[in-house]
């Protein structure tokens, strides 16, 4: 299913995260980078709870449980610096892998299976183009666009 150096892609997204939060004078505390990592685990979306059950289990004894508010704080964290993207149709998250400059905004545009759960980002450019052209011809600023195709991956319609 992975078809690439997953090590390398960890890597990579953790070095950038740093370089990004650095930039913004964003803190990433250890907590908000386990959630990175937890996400950058595979490329699929997790919701908060799944999130929250694995941190709980690679907590170290002595430690202090994490709860809610901390994993939904350290997404929003996230979400803000563009790490990571929400799923709005499943409430869930999954770590961006569009490779791009620390200032760089892009629109996300996630192509997430329903049979394996896989997510593949894209860059959505013509689309989103003319989607902001649609809406400046009758007045409408867009401020927030939701991308996501539901569908089966390359690799699920081998099986
Ligand atoms: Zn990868
Ligand atoms: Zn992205
Ligand atoms: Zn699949």
Do not use: W
Not at 104 to 131: M, P, S, W, Y
């Amino acid at each position: 299913m992975l078809s690439h150096d997953h090590k390398k892609c960890i890597n990579k997204s953790i070095n950038l995260a740093h370089k990004i939060a650095n930039s913004k004078a964003a803190k990433l505390t250890p907590q908000r980078l386990q959630v990175l990592r937890i996400l950058l685990a595979g490329h699929k979306a997790l919701g908060a709870y799944d999130i929250l059950e694995i941190m709980r289990e690679q907590q170290s004894e002595g430690q202090s449980r994490p709860q809610p508010p901390t994993v939904y704080r350290a997404l929003e964290f996230l979400l803000n610096l563009n790490l990571i993207h929400k799923v709005e149709s499943q409430n869930s998250y999954y770590a961006c892998m569009i490779e791009k400059d620390v200032n760089e905004q892009h629109l996300a545009q996630a192509f997430i299976c329903d049979n394996c759960g896989n997510v593949e980002e894209k860059i959505a450019e013509t689309g989103a183009r003319n989607l902001y052209e649609k809406a400046d011809s009758f007045g409408f600023k867009i401020e927030h666009v939701i991308m996501e195709c539901r569908g089966i991956c390359a690799s699920c319609q081998l099986v």
